[in-house]
Each structure stands twice: as structure tokens, then as C-alpha cells.
């Protein structure tokens, strides 16, 4: 058998179709259709929408004429809080300065954004 195929066949075998939808959609940065999300969940349609609904409801995921994302907010959150729990505030500050002296593109923008509100939760202690 193919190691990939191996791979996702256990990963349904193992894991729920939420939990399935929820895992896509946590790396799913551009919006994508519902068709494509169960396709990547291994998940029906129908239910898919149902999670999805559910992922957007809780503040997890990000809905716009039917496009399905990873919302912003959250990921912005939880890069935050990463950077926070493993940066103390020192390196964390020299970080920013650095990047802000550098050639700002977008991922360094949202490099920025995310250091900057690891920086605001020192900054709240």
C-alpha cells in the first residue's frame, strides 16, 4: 500500500469528521470551497458545511460568499500566544526592531503583527 494512502486511511480510521474539518480548515489561509474542504477531510459535503458552520460559530474559522478560511483573528491569537509562551520579552523586542528595520513585505507584516501582540501580553503582566 502507499504510504500516503496508509497515512490518510488511518487518520480517518482515527480521528472524527469534525476533528477532521477542523484540522483542514486550521491550515486553510486563502478561502476554499466547501467541495474542496471535505475533499481534503475526507468528509461528505453535507457534514462538512455542518462543521464548518459550527468552526465559524465558535470564532475558529472565517466565511465569505460561501469561501471557507482559517479566521484571521484566531490564527493571529494563537501565533501570539506560541510566540509568548517560547520568546521572552527581551529577544522578543529585538525581533521586532530588527524586522522593522528590514524590508517590511507581507509576511513580515504579518510576522509583525503577530509579535507585536505577543509584546502587548507582556506588556498587560
Known sequence: MDVNKQVVSEWVAETTPYERVREVIAHTYEP???A???ERARVDEAVTAEHLSELVDEG?????DGQYRRDPKDLLDQQASDIRDTVDRETLVEGIREMEEGEVDETTERNLRAARAALD???EE
Not at 475558529?60 to 465569505?64: R, T
Open 32 to 34: 476554499q470551497s466547501v
Open 36 to 38: 474542496s474542504i471535505a
Open 60 to 64: 475558529f474559522a472565517d466565511e465569505a
Open 121 to 123: 501580553r507582556y506588556d
